[in-house]
């Protein structure tokens, strides 16, 4: 669990997969900017090729937001004006913790990744 923070002027996170399957949002502010931007894969069984849905969810105080965070590709747009917080509840299964061996000195130390992260 974390909680993170988009300051004004700026605050977003980039495009990226979550390495854990089940990600739960709880959003501590309400935004008019910076939407969370969603690319979720779809398919049916009466369409030959698949598609991707885009999304766009502006954060409302209280709500939350639950996605496979492993399939669906995400980033933050920027703030401008406004601040934004979100907890972040990362669900691991016990048979799958697999995270990028400099994934927590990314995320927690802002250290660059030496390979391309998810
Ligand atoms: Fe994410």
Same mark, same amino acid.
């Given at each position: ?9 700026? +605050?977003?996170?980039? @495009? &990226?997969?979550?390495?854990?399957? !089940?990600?739960?949002?709880? /959003? ?40 496979? +965070?492993?399939?669906? @590709? &995400?980033?933050?747009?920027?703030? !401008?004006?406004?601040?934004? /917080? ?33």
């Amino acid at each position: 669990m974390n909680i993170k923070a988009y300051p004004a002027g700026g +605050g977003t996170l980039g @495009l &990226h997969y979550d390495t854990n399957g !089940i990600t739960v949002l709880l /959003f501590l502010t309400t935004n008019k900017e910076a939407p969370l931007r969603m690319q979720i894969e779809r398919s049916h069984p009466s369409k030959k090729e698949s598609w991707i849905e885009h999304r766009h969810i502006h954060a409302c105080k209280g709500s939350l937001l639950v996605m496979q +965070g492993r399939k669906v @590709l &995400h980033d933050s747009e920027p703030t !401008i004006s406004e601040q934004k /917080f979100s907890v972040v509840y990362n669900y691991y299964e016990r048979h799958d913790t697999y995270r990028h061996e400099d994934f927590d000195d990314f995320v927690y130390y802002g250290a660059k990744p030496n390979r391309l992260m998810q």
